[in-house]
């Protein structure tokens, strides 16, 4: 059975303030399912020193190097040291907005790992690609890629979320059939490569417009192994909420 996990992306939002709010909140929360925060790179020590023992911290970047000249990168040791368990990478605004392919992508996926953080790859089609049938191909070289990159048991130890980019922001959330049918895609897809005693247990989270009036029932699909979450982090009691569903779905 894989324990759920529900990571808030806040992106470029958030402050000292809310990383106390969702301290205060989280320290009641249950132990069937983790949660997990990924603020701002400069909120990370605030998080690490204040949230309760149990919520993990993330990044939502890394860098694909190990250290050098690279201005304004971090590095994956870096974030460990900071406290951080997960990392985000190849989230679809890093790759609309600042260009980021498969193969860097797959760069930050092998440096999260060698480092020991826990990659969270995010994957997932624009609307054009969905209309054009080319979900699975999107999805599976992108799943592919990070492979390659990493070997054999390359999802040994990482997440992958499965982000439908026409649904990220936009109130629009996929259907618990459209997500299923990816996600046990994903799930065969790194069968094929690792084995299907990695696949199995590989947490596969949904990530697009996921709140607490739809949570439970992509929650309840069969390959959905948490969310990430995006506008409804920002919302304590939302997110909260959300966490409820998945610690007791
Ligand atoms: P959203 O974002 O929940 O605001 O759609 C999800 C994400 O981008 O990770």
Redesign the pocket.
């Given at each position: 059975m894989r324990r759920k996990i529900i990571a808030g992306?806040w992106?470029m939002n958030g402050d000292r303030d809310l990383v106390r709010q969702v301290a205060e909140r989280a320290a009641d929360s249950a132990v069937e399912a983790e949660l997990a925060v990924c603020p701002p790179f400069p909120l990370l020590p605030t998080a690490a020193s204040q949230l309760p023992f149990g919520v993990a911290l993330g990044a939502q970047d890394v860098s694909e190097y190990e250290a050098g000249a690279y201005t304004g990168e971090v590095s994956a040791a870096m974030l460990l040291e900071a406290g951080c368990r997960y990392v985000?990478v190849g989230?679809?605004?890093r790759r609309t907005l600042y260009g980021e392919d498969n193969d860097r992508v797959a760069g930050k996926f092998v440096a999260a790992k060698q480092a020991g953080l826990t990659p969270i790859l995010?994957v997932g089609e624009t609307l054009a690609e969905r209309d054009a049938e080319r979900t699975e191909a999107v999805v599976g070289e992108q799943i592919d890629a990070a492979h390659e990159a990493a070997g054999t048991q390359a999802f040994q130890g990482a997440v992958v979320?499965y982000?439908p980019v026409w649904?990220?922001?936009?109130g629009r959330t996929a259907t618990p059939e459209q997500a299923q049918a990816v996600h046990a895609f994903i799930r065969q897809r790194v069968a094929e490569r690792d084995g299907s005693e990695v696949a199995e247990q590989l947490p596969v989270l949904y990530?697009?417009?996921?709140?607490p009036d739809n949570a439970a029932e992509l929650l309840g699909q069969r390959d959905i192994d948490g969310?990430?979450?995006?506008?409804?982090?920002l919302k304590p009691d939302s997110f909260l909420a959300i966490y409820q569903a998945a610690a007791e779905g």
């Amino acid at each position: 059975m894989r324990r759920k996990i529900i990571a808030g992306n806040w992106k470029m939002n958030g402050d000292r303030d809310l990383v106390r709010q969702v301290a205060e909140r989280a320290a009641d929360s249950a132990v069937e399912a983790e949660l997990a925060v990924c603020p701002p790179f400069p909120l990370l020590p605030t998080a690490a020193s204040q949230l309760p023992f149990g919520v993990a911290l993330g990044a939502q970047d890394v860098s694909e190097y190990e250290a050098g000249a690279y201005t304004g990168e971090v590095s994956a040791a870096m974030l460990l040291e900071a406290g951080c368990r997960y990392v985000i990478v190849g989230h679809s605004e890093r790759r609309t907005l600042y260009g980021e392919d498969n193969d860097r992508v797959a760069g930050k996926f092998v440096a999260a790992k060698q480092a020991g953080l826990t990659p969270i790859l995010c994957v997932g089609e624009t609307l054009a690609e969905r209309d054009a049938e080319r979900t699975e191909a999107v999805v599976g070289e992108q799943i592919d890629a990070a492979h390659e990159a990493a070997g054999t048991q390359a999802f040994q130890g990482a997440v992958v979320a499965y982000e439908p980019v026409w649904a990220i922001g936009t109130g629009r959330t996929a259907t618990p059939e459209q997500a299923q049918a990816v996600h046990a895609f994903i799930r065969q897809r790194v069968a094929e490569r690792d084995g299907s005693e990695v696949a199995e247990q590989l947490p596969v989270l949904y990530g697009g417009s996921m709140k607490p009036d739809n949570a439970a029932e992509l929650l309840g699909q069969r390959d959905i192994d948490g969310g990430l979450i995006g506008g409804a982090s920002l919302k304590p009691d939302s997110f909260l909420a959300i966490y409820q569903a998945a610690a007791e779905g």
